[in-house]
């Protein structure tokens, strides 16, 4: 059965910063996708970016291009989101999800990581 | 960067009622589209891929249709387990876009 766990939820403050991970299970990891979404408050997904744990390519969503950092541990089968220099308005749920078919839809998805930047 | 609309962004509905949701692509997608459900506080979770083939275990209730630059789901009988939010989204050439969402909420 594919699992992904996702890293219990943050309370930062601003201008910290803050890596998220996600560990997968029952699967070959590195031969995969795995992508992050983000979700506000009240609002609708969007897609922060993708990464295969085989070779580490990554591509980010047109919002997150040089605000977040996307990385894996093979050796721990887990993947990472950093967003650096938080701010108010990272406050959201983070998603991780796998892509069972190459570059596509996510099939499997963690239970999601609540983070909250507040002073 | 392709855009996806949803349309409506909220639906008032009864059990057992017919539901359909539209989805449009601002681009020529094929037939790469996905289809979520998410309760709120939830994941989400996948009901369709590729515009109409139905995840394993997902109702058949939930159909998908449509190539191209428009898509639609359709809710053949509305459950109390489908009230719920609604979301398209667009996987194509390895860049990943969601439409708004749909709430479909209890008349």
């Known amino acids: 059965e594919v699992q992904l766990v996702q890293s219990g939820a943050e309370i930062k403050k601003p201008g910290e910063s803050l890596k998220i991970s996600c560990k997968a299970s029952?699967?070959?990891?590195?031969?995969?996708?795995i992508g992050w979404v983000r979700q506000m408050p009240g609002k609708g997904l969007e897609w922060v970016g993708v990464i295969y744990p085989g070779d580490s390519v990554s591509r980010f969503g047109p919002s997150f291009q040089g605000q977040v950092t996307m990385s894996v541990d093979k050796s721990m089968n887990t993947a990472y989101l950093q967003l650096n220099s938080l701010k108010a308005s990272d406050t959201a749920k983070y998603f991780c999800?796998?892509?069972?078919?190459?570059?596509?839809?996510?099939?499997?998805w963690g239970q999601g990581t609540l983070v909250t930047v507040s002073s | 960067d392709i855009q996806m609309t949803q349309s409506p962004s909220t639906l008032s509905a009864s059990v057992g009622d017919r539901v359909t949701i539209t989805c449009r692509a601002s681009?020529?997608?094929?037939?790469?589209l996905a289809w979520y459900q998410q309760q709120p506080g939830k994941a989400p979770k996948l009901l369709i891929y590729?515009?109409?083939t139905l995840e394993s275990g997902v109702s058949s209730r939930f159909s998908g249709s449509g190539s191209g630059t428009e898509f639609t789901l359709t809710i053949s009988s509305l459950q109390p387990d489908d009230f719920a939010t609604y979301y398209c989204q667009q996987y194509n050439d390895y860049s990943w876009t969601f439409g708004q969402g749909t709430k479909v909420e209890i008349k």
């Open positions: 681009q020529n997608i094929n037939s790469w």
């Open positions: 029952g699967y070959s990891f590195t031969t995969y996708w």
């Open positions: 590729k515009a109409s």
């Open positions: 999800a796998r892509c069972p078919m190459g570059g596509s839809y996510f099939g499997d």
